[in-house]
């Protein structure tokens, strides 16, 4: 099992990247970063694009996996991202993994700029933009002409990574629907619980038995979970996660109680 942080995209830029270099510096083996644009308006913290972060990220770092944990595709361009995400790799020297999923919080971070879309419309842009941007990433021509997007193009290059980056898709476990696309779309689960708070030990066993026998399992699917506190990292592994998610911080959180953290290394 390997182990990541994922930390807020907010506070200082630079912060982001020193935190990143630290994290590989005391042996975490993935940094990663949320993805949001209006996340308390009451408040109006200072939010950073996650991409771009990552980009200064990829020039400070050698061998940490580094990625966005997740990207809501329902309000991005699906080619725009895969560009993104194919440049991030070659910065990078194919370390990038790229989750994604429907996005949250609803009205902040769609109702505010004019997108009604609930989570089954959401859910159903991101089932139609999730095969537009596995064939970006492969390098392959694209035609597609759906109810939101229309594609004809071939664009290059094409990741570092081959066939491509590793694509997390995020699910509420036990709920079927996205758990099926991460199946079809994905290398890899981002599984939470149904309240999309970090998933227990048994609520991931559930999933890996669900798991077992699927043409996913047979290509090296990963399991990717954060880790509740009241579990250890070995119940975790026991129960066949692949990837631990520590989220040490939120928005607010003292920077130097976040190094600390860091500081201390994974949990193995």
């Known amino acids: 099992m390997r182990f990541g942080v994922s930390l807020p995209n907010a506070g200082r830029c630079q912060d982001l990247v020193a935190k990143a270099v630290l994290a590989e510096q005391h042996g975490w083996d993935g940094f990663f970063l949320w993805d949001h644009l209006n996340l308390d308006p009451a408040t109006r913290p200072a939010l950073y694009d996650p991409w771009v972060v990552l980009g200064a990220v990829a020039g400070a770092t050698s061998r940490i996996?580094?990625?966005?944990?997740?990207?809501?595709?329902?309000?991005?361009?699906?080619?725009?991202?895969?560009?993104?995400?194919?440049?991030?790799?070659?910065?990078?020297?194919?370390?990038?993994?790229?989750?994604?999923?429907?996005?949250?919080?609803?009205?902040?971070?769609?109702?505010?700029?004019?997108?009604?879309?609930?989570?089954?419309?959401?859910?159903?842009?991101?089932?139609?933009?999730?095969?537009?941007?596995?064939?970006?990433?492969?390098?392959?021509?694209?035609g597609h002409d759906g109810p939101r997007f229309r594609v004809d193009a071939?664009?290059?290059?094409?990741?570092?990574?081959?066939?491509?980056?590793?694509?997390?898709?995020?699910?509420?476990?036990?709920?079927?629907?996205?758990?099926r696309r991460a199946l079809t779309w994905g290398d890899g689960v981002f599984a939470l619980d149904a309240r999309a708070e970090a998933l227990p030990p048994e609520g991931v066993r559930e999933l890996v038995a669900e798991l077992a026998g699927t043409p996913a399992e047979e290509r090296g699917f990963e399991v990717v979970v954060g880790r509740h506190f009241d579990h250890s990292a070995q119940e975790y592994e026991r129960a066949g996660a692949t990837w631990l998610i520590d989220q040490p911080a939120w928005i607010d959180t003292p920077p130097e109680e976040v190094d600390a953290f860091l500081a201390a290394g994974p949990p193995r």
């Open 154 to 179: 071939h664009l290059a290059p094409a990741a570092l990574q081959q066939p491509r980056p590793p694509l997390w898709v995020a699910t509420t476990w036990p709920n079927r629907r996205p758990f």
């Open 65 to 142: 996996r580094i990625g966005v944990l997740v990207t809501p595709l329902a309000r991005r361009r699906p080619w725009k991202l895969a560009k993104e995400i194919v440049t991030l790799d070659h910065l990078s020297g194919g370390r990038v993994v790229a989750g994604v999923g429907l996005g949250s919080p609803e009205q902040e971070e769609f109702a505010a700029f004019g997108e009604t879309l609930g989570a089954r419309a959401r859910a159903d842009v991101l089932d139609e933009a999730l095969p537009i941007v596995d064939a970006l990433l492969r390098g392959q021509p694209v």
